[in-house]
């Protein structure tokens, strides 16, 4: 039997929120890297913190820098 959907909803203890950030972070990171050699496909990934922290993924280095220069970064 599977798990059960899980209801989303903000995760209002700022702990657990940053805590639940990094792992979902790092697991997102993890597949981008995955498809990208499975599939051979190019993949490039922003994803900011509340603090606005950039991590960044690109299977080639130069998507990254196209994306970087061509997004306005939110003002925090």
Known sequence: MGRGRVQ??????????????????SGLLKKAHEISVLCDAE???????????????????WYFLIAHNNIKLPFF
């Open 8 to 25: 989303l909803k903000r995760i209002e203890n700022k702990i657990n929120r940053q805590v639940t950030f990094s792992k979902r972070r």
């Open 43 to 61: 993949v490039a990934l922003i994803v900011f913190s509340t603090k606005g922290k950039l991590f960044e993924y690109s299977s080639d280095s």
